[in-house]
């Protein structure tokens, strides 16, 4: 696992090959779409903002590499969705640059803040800092940047995102049904996690908030200070 994640930080400091899209095309594509292809902005909401139930993630912000690597896994197969992937293949490659490169440029606001459980938030921020070393699990800090806000190219930022959003996307790896991530590597730690690992992790990184983007290039979310971690203390409650 170690080999592993230091093949991953040398992917990750790795220059993204994909040229450079237009985010003014990028933007014209995400809210009015064109023949064939439906305005992102009807599922994934105003700047990319997402839906808080989870079906639809959070694209604002996001890495640009990482955003044009998802669409080309969703045509390619390796990441099925039967919403994604017919929507996907439609798209040029241009047309997949100048997408990410639109959303990874913008700015928007995060939902309030869920009630969570707050022991099951307090197991989820150990777990992303520290792992599961008893089953070999990484924490999620060591691939995905400090408070979880992101690692150029290829690791997107986890923090913000919608909980239910993050635990299934944990779900589809355990079950090998995503195969897109670096060297499998996300496949591999999903099988060591049980049902309330995911959820407890996904609970915990959907409450923590990432850099401000105000002062952030266009690409990436940028570095990792300073954040909003979760406020465990003033949770209330259960899901």
Do not use: W
């Not at 994640?5 to 237009?22: F, M, N, T």
């Amino acid at each position: 696992m170690r080999l592993t994640l230091a093949l991953l930080c040398l992917l990750a400091a790795s220059p993204a090959y994909a040229e450079q899209g237009d985010r003014m095309r990028g933007a014209a594509l995400a809210d009015q779409g064109r023949n064939g292809v439906p305005a992102c902005r009807s599922c994934h909401g105003d700047k990319g903002i997402g839906d808080g139930s989870g079906a639809f993630p959070r694209l604002t912000g996001q890495l640009g590499f990482y955003l044009y690597k998802q669409l080309k896994d969703f045509a390619a197969g390796t990441r099925p969705s039967p919403v994604m992937s017919p929507i996907a293949a439609a798209l040029s490659d241009r047309e997949m640059q100048d997408v990410a490169a639109y959303y990874s440029s913008v700015q928007g606001p995060f939902f309030p803040l869920p009630i969570l459980d707050a022991k099951l938030a307090q197991r989820g921020g150990m777990i992303s800092a520290a792992g599961i070393p008893e089953r070999n699990v990484p924490a999620c800090i060591a691939c995905h940047g400090p408070a979880a806000s992101g690692m150029q190219p290829s690791f997107p930022y986890l923090a913000g995102q919608y909980a239910p959003y993050l635990e299934y996307q944990l779900d589809q790896f355990r079950l090998n049904r995503r195969q897109n991530s670096p060297l499998n590597v996300m496949n591999d730690i999903a099988a060591r996690m049980t049902e309330d690992d995911m959820r407890a992790v996904s609970e915990y990184l959907a409450a923590v908030r990432p850099p401000d983007l105000s002062r952030i290039g266009a690409s990436s979310t940028g570095p990792a200070s300073p954040y909003t971690g979760a406020p465990l203390a003033t949770y209330q409650g259960t899901r």
